[in-house]
């Protein structure tokens, strides 16, 4: 393991996911997932993340966009909370829902709009 690239993937991805989420996670690290919990922060967020050639709000975009069409909405929520974070305006937000629906299908989107209503109502809230 690169400590540096870790350390900086563990900064990006508290600041993006929230400390509280990261720390939980990490947290309930066993021996059978610890290994995946540092390459997840020291590639996903320290070499991926970490790259300054793309801006948060960019790659917030493209991660939405990716893991919509993988289905992965548990993922996508934290992602999209995320993306709220990186500063992604609700209009822009609103724009990415439907390039998700057109490319990714209907039943897609619909899934990306409940999960953007709940994520909404409780930061309204």
């Known amino acids: 393991m690169d400590k540096e690239r870790f350390d900086k993937g563990l900064a990006m991805r508290k600041d993006v996911l929230g400390a509280e989420y990261v720390e939980n996670a990490l947290a309930?690290?066993?021996?059978?997932?610890?290994?995946?919990?540092?390459?997840?922060t020291?590639?996903?967020w320290g070499l991926g993340w970490g790259d300054?050639?793309?801006?948060r709000k960019t790659r917030s975009i493209i991660n939405l966009s990716m893991i919509a069409a993988l289905n992965r909405m548990h993922?996508?929520?934290?992602?999209f909370r995320g993306a709220i974070k990186n500063g992604l305006t609700r209009e822009e937000l609103r724009a990415i829902l439907m390039q998700i629906?057109?490319?990714?299908g209907v039943p897609c989107g619909v899934e990306c709009h409940r999960i953007a209503k709940k994520v909404f109502a409780e930061l309204d809230g």
């Not at 309930?28 to 997840?40: G, H, I, W």
């Open 52 to 55: 300054e050639t793309l801006d």
């Open 42 to 44: 020291e590639y996903c």
């Open 28 to 40: 309930k690290a066993d021996d059978f997932n610890r290994e995946f919990q540092e390459v997840v």
């Open 101 to 104: 629906t057109i490319y990714a």
């Open 75 to 79: 993922e996508w929520e934290l992602h």
